[in-house]
């Protein structure tokens, strides 16, 4: 299975846990009930969302939204990349278990 496959099941089962169905878009709410998160973090990873000059992200930690009817949503797709690409950064770039005797 591939990652992006594994986000997908993941984000199924996220869906279920909130209770909601699988759609094209969802949200403010619907996106912090998925993920777990307070709605100042919602408008916070909303916020990081920048990309430079070549068109790759600045930083994995954003989501990519739109506007419709003056409610900002997220697709299901941009969902589903943004947990492959948290998932591979902190598989990536985290402190190495050996290493946590370091910081104690």
């Known amino acids: 299975m591939t990652q992006q496959e594994l986000a997908e099941e993941k984000l199924k089962g996220m869906l279920k846990a909130a209770e909601l169905a699988v759609k094209a878009s969802y949200c403010t709410g619907e996106v912090c009930r998925i993920l777990g998160i307070h709605e100042r973090t919602f408008w916070r990873l909303l916020a990081n969302y920048e990309r430079d000059e070549r068109g790759e992200l600045r930083r994995p930690d954003c989501l990519d939204s739109f506007t419709l009817a003056q409610?900002?949503?997220?697709?299901?797709v941009e969902l589903v990349a943004f947990l492959v690409r948290n998932n591979t950064y902190t598989r990536q770039y985290q402190v190495h278990p050996d290493q946590m005797a370091l910081f104690t």
Do not use: D
Not at 71 to 76: A, I, K, L
């Open 71 to 76: 409610n900002r949503r997220v697709t299901f």
